[in-house]
């Protein structure tokens, strides 16, 4: 039977996703199948409105070895439509079962929406320059990104629960695992923030920002560089195309150029303001305001002016 | 002696290095042509204009396939002063017939003359810079190009007023202050149409205009051109006085370009891009003592060949010509070690150094420093009196003139500005 | 000796394109073709792999008929030769069409022991290739990677995945997606981009790889795209002064409500 599919190894994400399943729903007027591999995730799937949710049993439940098995669940019950959760993984299994539905599936949809019978996805080009919508003929697919949508809420009515045993692909072994070193730190609902950049030349520096956030009661971000390269700062407080999104009040750039693949994370701040020792750098054409300083300088000076009361 | 890779490297793809790879290429020699840049014409800034005849000298096709701005009709001189201008304006609103020059833009120009190489069957290789040389027996038999070494006959260095191979190889040292302008130059984007109509001109026919009084009395000048859809503007000046003077080179910029009387002509323009380059501007007495070894040659800037009698500015002419010297003297001579000379023979030939000769004292002209600031003013002031009416009884018109005059120099100045710079041209 | 396939794009370098302001459409007339990005360290890896055991790389694109461009620049660094898929509707491919433009060529030139491509490409950055090509020449597909080793038959590779690592294995042929993170393309010398024009590259004809229309008719379509343009004050305060400086600054966050 036709339907609205969606998935996530992420339960969180995969809640996220019935928000935009739901929507289509009233225009398609097909249910809404989550399909999951973990039984208490199921049912709060079908208590928050999927009309059925299938829970994949399998030895093997990554979703790059579940891949083929949902792609042939996919196909044999004829999905219409399929949200996968816009992480790498569910990035890799959504590809995968695209190619054999023989669809289109639009990467990181940021707002869907269906007009003459397609799928309508928006997403983002060139690093963040650009916006296109792309229109996929059904059956289509698309990866959404976390936090794109908000959870809904409960449903009337819970949706019914089965179980599936499938078979997982077996061609590629993992036999080491390591979660990732997170300090459990959220700047996505932070009101103000700092972020530095390769200006700083040593992570000792990074305390002129730290004072200068303290002075502001802004928390710290960074570049990709900052986080993933040097390992100054943790991962989660990376902004840009493939970090963190955030819509602060204040966003002050200090020691960063503003490249697009940063500032996409961050321009729809309500004020920007930028301090590079560079006036041509790229920051000052998306700052509100701005210093062309040395960080070393200005930033000391900046605190101490901020403190006094 | 083991085999070269090539016939002849030429280290740098600007117009020095072009013409001299083309002619060579369409000779039939094997030529390596070396851009450190990403792009030839990455790394160069020209005012800039372009006297035609070097280009018909290396190949009277290449003219119409050029990457060529505006054919310059209006000659223009400005003097400035404060808020004021005096401007003399020299146009042919007939059928020109005469020599040509054309408004260029590097970029295009430069990365098109080395794409001719290529069709004439030269190597070009861009973002490769030439480390140091090959030697052997004291004689050059190629570069090194990171950890390449490539062996050839002949090394053509073309790479730039800073010549960093032309030091290497030992024939001249650093380049000193006292030789080379400083020039900053900024691309101002604006409608063809728009240009056309401020300046006075067809499409396809532009103006070029030279202003002093415009340094904050250093020693120097500004340039405009206009190009098809957009203006070259400049200044180039006296790096040792610049440093003396102390202000930064963004504010003499921005004073030139916020004149009032310039503020018209580039209102709506929208800044493209902004750079900075050295140019040679010491003439005849500047040239390097060398310009050859046995088995390379220095051509272009990187000679120091330019020539700038405030009036004219030559760069872009003279690197073709002796571009095409280089060529000349490896294709008539046989053995690498009889380039030299003949190359030298070819620049007199092709009236490259008869004509730095002539203006060789021109640089006296830029000693004179009331000629950056005090006769501008006292232009515009002559001026302002001649053409102002207060309704009250002005003096005579030549006691008026004398007493303007005289307030901005003394007649032993001016006796001594005019003596020298009588001498100078 | 590994036979190696990398498969590349040449993209317009987003740095030289402008948005236009009065319609915020995209103007890329000045923009130069260039190697995608994680391309460039696919090409890289390949390199480095069949340097240490022997073995050919074969690089393959798809794109418009200018792809030739590319050339020069993917043969002097490193692959010993080149196959290029030229066709005017392929500005208009999507992820569909280009895995099946791919599979067909691989098909015809292969098979191959290992398939190397980068995560996702600098301009439109799908992250689909390489897992649409795996399902459909069904071999198994190792995305993601940040390191690998092949050992005869056997891929090792630790994959980066955002919340983690994980190393895994892989016996047989299959299909690798590199992150940027993986190596650093060495920059390549003047004798190999001279020895680049003396190797071999040959055009695919599209109508010789017995695809079907459907196989080439786009499943989604790219609608013109939009430029975000910023709307911002730009109030930027440059005085020869760092103090002047953050006077002004304190007092326009003071205005905005933004300072304590």
């Known amino acids: 039977m036709p339907g609205i599919f969606i998935y996530s190894e992420?339960?969180?994400?995969?809640?996220?996703?019935?928000?935009?399943?739901?929507?289509?729903?009233?225009?398609?007027?097909?249910?809404?199948?989550?399909?999951?591999?973990?039984?208490?995730?199921?049912?709060?799937?079908?208590?928050?409105?999927?009309?059925?949710?299938?829970?994949?049993?399998?030895?093997?439940?990554?979703?790059?070895?579940?891949?083929?098995?949902?792609?042939?669940?996919?196909?044999?019950?004829?999905?219409?439509?399929?949200?996968?959760?816009?992480?790498?993984?569910?990035?890799?299994?959504?590809?995968?079962?695209?190619?054999?539905?023989?669809?289109?599936?639009?990467?990181?949809?940021?707002?869907?929406?269906?007009?003459?019978?397609?799928?309508?996805?928006?997403?983002?080009?060139?690093?963040?320059?650009?916006?296109?919508?792309?229109?996929?003929?059904?059956?289509?697919?698309?990866?959404?990104?976390?936090?794109?949508?908000?959870?809904?809420?409960?449903?009337?009515?819970?949706g019914v629960v089965e179980n599936l045993d499938v078979l997982g692909d077996p061609r590629m072994t993992v036999f080491s695992s390591t979660p990732v070193q997170g300090e459990g730190v959220d700047i996505t609902t932070a009101v103000r923030l700092v972020a530095v950049g390769r200006g700083f030349g040593h992570k000792e520096d990074l305390g002129l920002a730290r004072d200068l956030a303290g002075a502001l009661k802004a928390d710290l971000a960074c570049?990709?560089?900052?986080?993933?390269?040097?390992?100054?700062?943790?991962?989660?407080?990376?902004?840009?195309?493939?970090?963190?999104?955030?819509?602060?009040?204040?966003?002050?750039?200090?020691?960063?150029?503003?490249?697009?693949?940063?500032?996409?994370?961050?321009?729809?701040?309500?004020?920007?303001?930028?301090?590079?020792?560079?006036?041509?750098?790229?920051?000052?054409?998306?700052?509100?305001?701005?210093?062309?300083?040395?960080?070393?300088?200005v930033l000391p000076l900046l605190t101490a002016a901020l403190n006094k009361n | 002696m083991s085999e070269e890779d090539f016939d002849v490297i030429v280290a740098g793809a600007g117009p020095a290095?072009?013409?001299?790879?083309?002619?060579?290429?369409?000779?039939?020699?094997?030529?390596?042509?070396?851009?450190?840049?990403?792009?030839?014409?990455?790394?160069?800034?020209?005012?800039?204009?372009?006297?035609?005849?070097?280009?018909?000298?290396?190949?009277?096709?290449?003219?119409?396939?050029?990457?060529?701005?505006?054919?310059?009709?209006?000659?223009?001189?400005?003097?400035?002063?404060?808020?004021?201008?005096?401007?003399?304006?020299?146009?042919?609103?007939?059928?020109?017939?005469?020599p040509q020059s054309y408004s260029v833009l590097r970029a295009p120009l430069d990365e098109w003359f080395a794409s001719e190489v290529e069709a004439q069957g030269g190597t070009l290789a861009c973002g490769m810079r030439v480390d140091g040389f090959l030697e052997e027996n004291g004689r050059i038999v190629g570069v090194k190009v990171g950890e390449d070494d490539m062996r050839c006959g002949t090394v053509v260095a073309a790479d730039g007023v800073n010549s960093c191979l032309g030091r290497q190889a030992g024939l001249f040292g650093d380049v000193a202050p006292a030789t080379v302008g400083l020039g900053v130059k900024e691309t101002i984007e604006l409608p063809e149409a728009v240009i056309s109509q401020r300046f006075g001109v067809k499409n396809g026919e532009g103006a070029a205009r030279v202003a002093l009084g415009c340094t904050d009395g250093i020693s120097g000048g500004g340039f405009l051109y206009t190009n098809t859809d957009s203006v070259s503007l400049g200044l180039v000046l006296n790096p040792g006085q610049v440093a003396r003077r102390g202000r930064p080179i963004q504010?003499?910029?921005?004073?030139?370009?916020?004149?009032?009387?310039?503020?018209?002509?580039?209102?709506?323009?929208?800044?493209?891009?902004?750079?900075?380059?050295?140019?040679?501007?010491?003439?005849?007495?500047?040239?390097?003592?060398?310009?050859?070894?046995?088995?390379?040659?220095?051509?272009?800037?990187?000679g120091q060949f330019g020539i700038n009698t405030g009036l004219i500015l030559?760069?872009?002419?003279?690197?073709?010509?002796?571009?095409?010297?280089?060529?000349?003297?490896?294709?008539?001579?046989?053995?690498?070690?009889?380039?030299?000379?003949?190359?030298?023979?070819?620049?007199?030939?092709?009236?490259l150094l008869?004509?730095?000769?002539?203006?060789?004292?021109?640089?006296?002209?830029?000693?004179?420093?009331?000629?950056?600031?005090?006769?501008?003013?006292?232009?515009?002031?002559?001026?302002?009196?001649?053409?102002?009416v207060d309704g009250r009884t002005p003096p005579p018109m030549l006691t008026q003139l004398w007493q303007v005059v005289r307030s901005h120099v003394s007649l032993g100045q001016m006796l001594s500005d005019a003596w020298k710079g009588f001498r100078s041209v | 000796m590994p036979k190696l396939l990398v498969c590349y794009k040449w993209v317009l370098d987003e740095q030289d394109i402008k948005i236009r302001p009065d319609d915020l459409s995209l103007d890329a007339s000045r923009a130069k073709g260039k190697l995608s990005d994680f391309d460039r360290n696919a090409i890289e890896e390949a390199s480095l792999i069949m340097e240490a055991q022997g073995g050919t790389v074969d690089a393959l694109t798809y794109g418009l008929p200018t792809v030739k461009a590319s050339v020069k620049d993917v043969l002097s660094r490193g692959p010993s030769r080149l196959l290029w898929?030229?066709?005017?509707?392929?500005?208009?491919?999507?992820?569909?069409?280009?895995?099946?433009?791919?599979?067909?060529?691989?098909?015809?030139?292969?098979?191959?022991?290992?398939?190397?491509?980068?995560?996702?490409?600098?301009?439109?950055?799908?992250?689909?290739?390489?897992?649409?090509?795996?399902?459909?020449?069904?071999?198994?597909?190792?995305?993601?990677?940040?390191?690998?080793?092949?050992?005869?038959?056997?891929?090792?590779?630790?994959?980066?995945?955002?919340?983690?690592?994980?190393?895994?294995r892989v016996t047989g042929p299959a299909v690798v997606s590199v992150?940027?993170?993986?190596?650093?393309?060495?920059?390549?010398?003047?004798?190999?981009?001279?020895?680049?024009?003396?190797?071999?590259?040959?055009?695919?004809?599209?109508?010789?790889?017995?695809?079907?229309e459907a196989e080439l008719e786009p499943k989604a379509l790219r609608r013109a795209p939009r430029g975000f343009l910023m709307n911002r004050k730009n109030i930027i305060y440059k005085d020869a002064d760092p103090a002047a400086n953050v006077g002004k600054l304190v007092a326009s966050l003071e205005a905005e409500g933004l300072r304590g």
């Open chain 1, 10 to 158: 992420d339960p969180r994400l995969a809640q996220q996703l019935l928000t935009p399943a739901l929507e289509l729903k009233k225009d398609l007027r097909q249910p809404v199948v989550a399909l999951t591999t973990d039984p208490e995730a199921a049912s709060i799937l079908a208590a928050l409105g999927a009309d059925r949710v299938v829970v994949l049993r399998s030895a093997l439940t990554s979703p790059e070895a579940l891949a083929p098995a949902v792609a042939q669940l996919l196909a044999k019950e004829g999905a219409q439509v399929v949200l996968v959760g816009g992480t790498l993984r569910g990035k890799h299994l959504a590809a995968h079962a695209a190619a054999v539905l023989k669809a289109g599936l639009a990467t990181d949809a940021r707002h869907l929406a269906l007009s003459d019978g397609r799928l309508v996805a928006r997403r983002m080009l060139y690093a963040g320059l650009a916006v296109s919508d792309e229109e996929l003929t059904l059956p289509a697919l698309a990866t959404i990104p976390p936090r794109t949508f908000p959870v809904p809420t409960q449903a009337p009515n819970p």
């Open chain 2, 17 to 98: 290095g072009s013409a001299c790879a083309y002619t060579l290429a369409k000779a039939g020699k094997n030529v390596l042509l070396l851009e450190r840049g990403d792009s030839a014409g990455a790394k160069n800034v020209s005012g800039g204009r372009l006297y035609a005849y070097a280009l018909d000298l290396v190949d009277p096709d290449l003219r119409g396939r050029a990457p060529l701005q505006r054919r310059i009709v209006r000659e223009q001189v400005m003097l400035l002063d404060g808020a004021r201008a005096t401007t003399l304006d020299h146009g042919d609103y007939g059928d020109a017939a005469g």
């Open chain 2, 251 to 302: 504010d003499l910029w921005q004073d030139f370009k916020l004149h009032p009387a310039l503020a018209g002509l580039l209102e709506g323009g929208v800044s493209l891009e902004y750079g900075a380059h050295l140019v040679p501007e010491r003439g005849y007495h500047g040239l390097p003592r060398n310009l050859h070894r046995p088995g390379l040659v220095v051509a272009g800037d990187a």
């Open chain 3, 85 to 168: 898929i030229g066709d005017p509707a392929a500005d208009q491919a999507d992820a569909y069409v280009i895995a099946n433009v791919l599979a067909a060529a691989i098909r015809k030139a292969g098979p191959y022991d290992l398939i190397l491509c980068g995560e996702g490409s600098s301009d439109l950055f799908y992250q689909q290739i390489p897992a649409r090509l795996a399902a459909l020449l069904e071999l198994p597909c190792v995305s993601f990677v940040q390191k690998l080793t092949l050992e005869g038959p056997v891929l090792t590779a630790t994959r980066s995945l955002g919340d983690g690592t994980e190393e895994v």
């Open chain 1, 223 to 297: 570049t990709r560089g900052i986080a993933e390269d040097e390992h100054w700062l943790p991962i989660e407080r990376y902004i840009g195309i493939s970090g963190q999104t955030v819509r602060p009040e204040l966003y002050l750039a200090t020691g960063l150029s503003g490249q697009v693949q940063h500032m996409v994370g961050c321009r729809e701040a309500k004020v920007i303001v930028a301090v590079n020792k560079d006036e041509r750098a790229p920051i000052f054409e998306m700052a509100d305001y701005g210093i062309v300083g040395d960080l070393y300088t």
């Open chain 2, 314 to 351: 030559r760069g872009m002419d003279l690197a073709m010509v002796s571009g095409l010297a280089a060529a000349r003297a490896i294709l008539e001579t046989t053995g690498p070690d009889a380039v030299g000379p003949a190359y030298l023979t070819q620049l007199e030939t092709l009236a």
């Open chain 3, 179 to 212: 992150l940027g993170e993986i190596n650093k393309p060495r920059i390549p010398s003047l004798k190999q981009v001279l020895g680049a024009s003396k190797k071999p590259s040959e055009e695919l004809p599209l109508a010789g790889l017995g695809l079907t």
């Open chain 2, 354 to 388: 008869p004509t730095m000769r002539v203006y060789a004292e021109c640089h006296g002209l830029f000693e004179l420093s009331r000629l950056f600031g005090a006769y501008p003013a006292l232009a515009n002031e002559a001026l302002a009196t001649l053409f102002s």
